[in-house]
């Protein structure tokens, strides 16, 4: 009789994290359906005049910005996750397991790096935003904090699916990892 061992915490902070960036995931998949409906009906509206007086959406061009924005950042930690970004491991299959693994924990300790150093300078940004009270003048006029918030928060998100990575890689077998689209 096989016994199994129970998911540690770390396992179980995992599984639920992994439940929030598929919300996430899902969230920037409704932002481009929204998208789509957006430049749909400001096509129809600025060649068929169904309201009087009314040729297309005017925010249309702000609101498909913002979308096109906010669902990439929705969607960065969940793509992380999947292993679906871009890899090149040619050289990492070319070289001796253990020294390929060793360059995989470079990597991603130099990726954690990143994500904390972008996630702290774009929360400054935000915060002197906040602070100055600045505002997006465009079509539509809004607190230019809500279009830097989503910045910090996705690097955070990103950062510790960095060290989900991490953990992956230490417990797993010494080697390249296998969980992400090669070019090999």
Known sequence: MEH????GAIEQFETHYGRVLDGL???????LFLMMITICL??????????????GVPASNDLTEYALY??????????????????????????????????ELVADVLALLCC???AWFSWQATAASIQAGALTIK?????????????PTAF????????????????????????AVSSA
């Open 42 to 55: 400001d096509v129809l509206l600025r060649n068929v005049e169904l309201i009087p007086g009314l040729h």
């Open 139 to 151: 079509t539509l006029v809004t607190p230019e904090w809500w279009s830097l918030i989503p910045l």
């Open 116 to 118: 904390l150093i972008m």
């Open 4 to 7: 199994r061992q129970e998911p």
């Open 25 to 31: 995931a899902l969230l920037g998949c409704l932002l």
């Open 70 to 103: 906010l669902m990439t950042l929705c969607v960065a930690p969940w793509l992380l996750r999947q292993g679906k970004h871009i890899r090149v491991d040619i050289v990492l299959r070319a070289i001796p397991k253990t020294l390929a693994w060793r360059c």
């Open 156 to 179: 955070v998100l990103l950062a510790i699916e960095v060290v989900f990575r991490i953990h992956r890689l230490a417990t797993g077998p010494r080697g390249p990892r296998d969980d």
